[in-house]
């Protein structure tokens, strides 16, 4: 089979699940990556977070660069070496962290200058560049192209601005990036919440050519609502035979409604930033664990899972490590919240596998809407 | 084999090594016991704990009983099931605690009274209700009697009254706890730097009769040399067919010194509060990976250890990782500097059983000295 081969499996309306083969790996679609941040998904022993089921998991170009730097990755081996892990990984390009972190950022044909929010330093990064770091240095499996993320909401011609300058960018990309064996390059799609910019977008990355497709520029602020609008038709503007990945995405009635929709991939700090915070992902959305009624609830948050933080120790527990501020509370529940996202991901593939997706989506929105997708905030 | 039977296997002048057996398992001696203050070793899960070597780990009276109380850890099954640590646990009174970490505390013949350091709630421990804590409510194996560990420097005067008053402490914990067949009690000795009042505390409590025998009152800032000047008689005073455990000790030459002495179990947060501080222990004393000289070095810290946070990281990703703050550093290096004091109790063992202590005594005493025993500074 060839590297980067994506073989659709089965299909339930617009729906895929398949697997999208890597050198270092299988990933079953949909697939969910968690965030790795800094070169550590955090709180997480890489150990933990391949237990709980992760295929793949995301690495930030824009932190990996300021520190440790990543020319210092590279003299170390590359990322996978670096942080221990052995199965792919995707770096996006820096460009929306850039943005959205950096102190001061310039946004020009050329490059993106900007700030760091560590030390001030000065850095420019430019889509040769972008490529240099995720390809030659980190040692990427999937390398993102860098684009440009217009903040919403945004006017349709600033809209249109950003997504010709974010595909004039993909070309360069496309350009530095060239052929490789072992690596491969994703389009961004932008256009914000304008359709005709979408297919615009789509038209100029298919004409360029990626071996995968992203969807950029939601998750921003837009809502739920409008977000779904936009996915029912941006997916469909992407090549079928590619697989479709959704930045930055998202809570699981956000995935399982982009999924319905056509989309295979997603990665989201949710999880492990809920996590950190106290927060358990459930089926009935999140729960706080704070919350004094579960002070000696001896049952586990997931019995039927196979990671020991769901499954193995009592929400009483829980309760009292998030109370004692202990760093093993943000250890298991971020635990505990990649390994639900993974089961829900696995929930979403067999639904579409059996052609039960209709069913599976609706359990999900019914039980997600008696909580409203919000932090608990009961007695 | 009777429950607490403690098998000395080998002897090497005073050193003794052994199992303690106990109804949740064997404790190989000497044996180092992580310290799981609030019913979680920090930082750590139960299973990296075990992985790590440990037999048995110490939970704290004082902290459980104020958050989230004994008598929540009753409901829920008790200290094992609540932590999920099948092991044995030895519990300490929370006398000491009291003394060092509430805000007013009051040592009087019948009780001590204090606040918590959490809520300012008032609060009576006396060694009666030391005893239901430990034994009835938090189910541990080792419960150690109510003692009153007088702050060093002492006049003779006051060591021989905290001395006493922990004697008749001791007494009233023995008859409190009365006859049991799955749990052991351990008494107290006493009696600062004054020989004279640790062989009055020593007689005392072989009177009164215990399954085991602590000394307490040492590594409250005497220093080594003072501690070892103590160890020179102390352990020696206690029978020699129990195990003898030196409480709150220590740095790994505190351990070496006061095994070649006879001492058979030790507990200190040590391990886990140097690796929350960026500091990792290796056989040359410790080293802070902070430090800019470990930036490109791709070595583990203990290429030989079998805990992959030794073995697996190197020490070019831990200094990126306690640079940038992530709690998978603090994680990590709590995790090495357990298994480091595990590995070095192997050691111990190993030397004891094998006649060759002395040697074993030297090549620590050597490189420690090397680094000192203090956080590393150098560039």
Same mark, same amino acid.
């Given at each position: 089979?060839? &590297?980067?081969?994506?073989?659709?499996?089965?299909?339930?309306? &617009?729906?895929?699940?398949g697997v999208l083969? /890597?050198?270092?790996?299988?990933?079953?679609?949909?697939?969910?990556?968690?965030?790795?941040?800094?070169?550590?998904?955090?709180?997480?022993?890489?150990? @933990?977070?391949?237990?709980?089921?992760?295929?793949?998991?995301?690495?930030?170009?824009?932190?990996?660069?300021?520190?440790? /730097?990543a020319e210092r990755?590279?003299?170390?081996?590359?990322?996978?070496?670096?942080?221990?892990?052995?199965?792919? *990984?995707?770096?996006?390009?820096?460009?929306?962290?850039?943005?959205?972190?950096?102190? *001061? #950022?310039?946004?020009?044909?050329?490059?993106?200058?900007?700030?760091?929010?560590?030390?001030? #330093?000065?850095?420019?990064?430019?889509?040769?560049?972008?490529?240099?770091?995720?390809?030659?240095?980190?040692?990427?499996?999937?390398?993102? @192209?860098?684009?440009?993320?217009?903040?919403?909401?945004?006017?349709?011609?600033?809209?249109?601005?950003?997504?010709?300058?974010? $595909?004039?960018?993909?070309?360069?990309?496309? +350009?530095?990036?060239?052929?490789?064996?072992?690596? $491969?390059?994703?389009?961004?799609?932008?256009? #914000?919440?304008?359709? $005709?910019?979408?297919?615009?977008?789509?038209?100029?990355? =298919?004409?360029?050519?990626?071996? !995968?497709? $992203? *969807?950029?520029?939601?998750?921003? !602020?837009?809502?739920?609502?409008?977000?779904?609008?936009?996915?029912?038709?941006?997916?469909?503007?992407?090549?079928?035979?590619?697989?479709?990945?959704l930045m930055g995405?998202?809570?699981?009635?956000?995935?399982?409604?982009?999924?319905?929709?056509?989309?295979?991939?997603?990665?989201?700090?949710?999880?492990?930033?809920?996590?950190?915070?106290?927060?358990?992902? +459930?089926?009935?959305?999140?729960?706080?664990?704070?919350?004094?009624?579960?002070?000696?609830?001896?049952?586990?948050?997931?019995?039927? #899972?196979?990671?020991?933080?769901?499954?193995?120790?009592?929400?009483?527990?829980?309760?009292?490590?998030?109370?004692?501020?202990? =760093?093993?509370? @943000?250890?298991?529940?971020?635990?505990?919240?990649?390994?639900?996202? @993974?089961?829900?991901?696995?929930?979403?593939?067999?639904?579409?596998?059996?052609?039960?997706?209709?069913?599976?989506?609706?359990?999900?929105?019914?039980?997600? !809407?008696?909580?409203?997708?919000?932090?608990?905030?009961?007695?």
């Amino acid at each position: 089979m060839a &590297a980067f081969a994506f073989d659709i499996a089965a299909t339930d309306g &617009a729906a895929r699940t398949g697997v999208l083969r /890597t050198p270092r790996g299988d990933i079953r679609t949909p697939a969910f990556m968690p965030v790795g941040t800094a070169g550590t998904v955090k709180a997480l022993t890489v150990d @933990q977070v391949a237990a709980a089921g992760s295929d793949i998991l995301l690495g930030n170009t824009y932190h990996l660069m300021l520190r440790p /730097t990543a020319e210092r990755v590279a003299r170390l081996g590359g990322l996978h070496r670096f942080m221990r892990w052995e199965k792919p *990984i995707l770096t996006d390009s820096g460009g929306f962290q850039v943005m959205s972190l950096s102190k *001061i #950022s310039k946004v020009k044909e050329e490059a993106v200058t900007f700030q760091s929010h560590i030390d001030g #330093s000065r850095h420019v990064l430019t889509p040769e560049r972008s490529i240099e770091i995720q390809a030659d240095l980190l040692g990427s499996d999937i390398v993102m @192209q860098l684009d440009e993320c217009v903040a919403w909401p945004a006017t349709e011609t600033r809209a249109a601005e950003g997504m010709r300058l974010s $595909a004039r960018w993909g070309q360069r990309c496309r +350009t530095a990036f060239g052929t490789r064996d072992r690596q $491969a390059l994703f389009g961004i799609q932008q256009g #914000s919440t304008f359709e $005709a910019l979408r297919r615009e977008s789509s038209e100029r990355l =298919i004409e360029t050519g990626f071996d !995968g497709y $992203a *969807i950029g520029g939601l998750a921003v !602020g837009e809502g739920h609502a409008a977000m779904c609008e936009v996915l029912d038709y941006a997916p469909a503007m992407l090549p079928a035979d590619r697989p479709r990945y959704l930045m930055g995405v998202g809570k699981p009635i956000d995935i399982v409604e982009a999924v319905a929709r056509g989309v295979d991939m997603f990665d989201c700090v949710l999880p492990t930033r809920s996590g950190r915070h106290g927060q358990a992902w +459930t089926w009935d959305g999140p729960v706080n664990l704070k919350n004094a009624r579960f002070a000696e609830d001896d049952a586990p948050l997931d019995p039927d #899972s196979d990671c020991p933080a769901s499954s193995a120790y009592s929400k009483a527990y829980l309760h009292h490590l998030v109370k004692a501020e202990e =760093i093993l509370g @943000q250890v298991l529940l971020s635990w505990h919240n990649i390994a639900f996202f @993974q089961r829900m991901m696995a929930g979403l593939r067999n639904a579409i596998a059996e052609g039960r997706l209709e069913a599976f989506r609706k359990e999900v929105g019914r039980r997600s !809407g008696a909580n409203s997708g919000g932090p608990d905030s009961g007695a």
